[in-house]
């Protein structure tokens, strides 16, 4: 089962413009990370945010965070052609053995249009 | 890139197959993750090995199974090949520290015919 639920499934903006991808999940956490993928390749980590954490920056990205809610927010700001890909949240859940497993969301596929 | 690689970057083989994924770590993690990414899906977690032994499993049946090597390398083996088994396998390496990122490797393409 996945834990963390991207909206929307798909997003096609104009070069130029922001790109706003949400996340949700269901269990409390440690931290929330978001990874993009360029055609079924390998993942490339983007931003860790924190539980007690509210808002982080990296370049043009901006994450949020809102533990009541649940939920985070990916804001990719002047998009470039370059930006199009698979954007995906991650949450961290703990085994028993206090493994970290990353808990994947279905993904958002973002289209930049030239 | 990440510094971590895997092999071979396709493969296909039959159903009742066996394969044998490699993975190989960014020198001095102790920690290797596998993922199974089946097409329009987020990828899903098989299992990790931490300082080589089994450290956690996700809902995958025992045909599944890996190793940890001391030099950072790690393999995953898959028996009796089912078609659901096609899909992109990842690993990903990382320190023991819980909150340090996973860095992946580009994956293997996996296609069960």
């Known amino acids: 089962s996945q834990q963390g639920e991207e909206d929307p499934q798909a997003l096609s903006i104009q070069e130029g413009e922001n790109a706003t991808m949400n996340c949700s999940y269901k269990?409390?956490?440690?931290?929330l990370q978001w990874y993009r993928q360029n055609s079924g390749r390998g993942l490339v980590h983007l931003i860790l945010i924190r539980s007690n954490e509210r808002e982080k920056h990296s370049g043009r990205l901006r994450v949020t965070l809102d533990t009541s809610k649940k939920s985070s927010s990916l804001l990719i700001t002047a998009s470039r052609a370059a930006d199009t890909a698979s954007y995906f949240c991650a949450t961290d859940a703990l085994y028993i053995q206090g493994a970290q497993k990353l808990v994947f969301g279905q993904g958002t596929r973002l289209t930049i249009n030239p | 890139e990440t510094g971590v690689t895997q092999s071979p970057t396709h493969l296909i083989k039959t159903r009742g197959q066996q394969v044998t994924l490699r993975c190989s770590s960014q020198s001095g993690h102790n920690t290797v993750s596998w993922y199974q990414q089946a097409l329009g899906q987020g990828p899903q977690f098989i299992f990790q090995y931490y300082r080589e032994e089994e450290n956690g499993r996700g809902n995958f049946p025992p045909r599944f199974s890996g190793l940890q090597f001391p030099n950072y390398s790690s393999e995953l083996n898959v028996n009796a090949l089912e078609l659901d088994d096609s899909a992109l396998y990842l690993c990903?390496?990382?320190?023991?520290?819980?909150?340090?990122?996973?860095?992946f490797g580009p994956g293997t393409r996996l296609t069960v015919l």
């Open positions: 990903a390496s990382s320190f023991d520290d819980l909150n340090n990122e996973q860095f």
């Open positions: 269990t409390s956490i440690n931290n």
